[in-house]
């Protein structure tokens, strides 16, 4: 359904994707995580209720498809600019790790 120009007005903004990942990385400079560890320290913060640079994270992981938000978001950084992007191998399984630049 979409939304009249009053409904709009009233809807709560929500946190883009993008700028939240960028802040994450931009703050934890220069250190680079992979997608998945970022996902499990979240998760592991939300499960304690623990408060820290992960909470913001957190957040989002309720939904089915976050990673999957998450993984554009970090592409697209990387294709502006903002991102390092680098890949180790790891048992023979190649894990990517980003940070900001």
């Known amino acids: ?8 007005e009233q809807a709560e903004p929500d946190d883009n994707v ?10 934890e400079k220069p250190t680079a995580y992979s ?12 499960q304690s209720d ?8 957190g957040a989002l992981l309720g939904e089915q498809s976050a990673e999957e ?3 554009w978001a970090f592409e697209y950084l990387v294709h502006a600019g903002e991102l390092e992007k ?12 980003y940070r900001a630049t």
């Open 35 to 46: 997608i998945e560890e970022i996902f499990s320290q979240a998760e592991a913060n939300v």
């Open 18 to 27: 993008i700028a939240l990942v960028y802040g994450f990385l931009e703050s």
């Open 50 to 57: 623990s408060s820290s640079t992960w909470e913001d994270v």
């Open 69 to 71: 938000k998450y993984r």
């Open 1 to 8: 359904m979409p939304l009249s120009e009053a409904q709009w």
């Open 86 to 97: 680098r890949a180790v191998f790891d048992g023979g399984e190649k894990v990517e790790f």
